[in-house]
């Protein structure tokens, strides 16, 4: 698999893809994506 390019079918597999642009705008800037998305 290549993991630096993802696919449309592989961010549907996903979920959301706009989520997956979160977590990886995150990822790109340092950030925890969890510390973003939890209940609390």
């Known amino acids: 698999m290549q993991a630096p390019s993802v696919s449309p079918r592989s961010a549907a597999q996903i979920g959301n893809p706009s989520i997956l642009v979160v977590e990886r705008v995150a ?3 340092g950030v ?9």
Do not use: M, R, T
């Not at 994506?33 to 209940?39: D, G, Q, R």
């Open 32 to 40: 925890d994506v969890s510390e973003i998305f939890k209940p609390n």
């Open 27 to 29: 990822k790109a800037l």
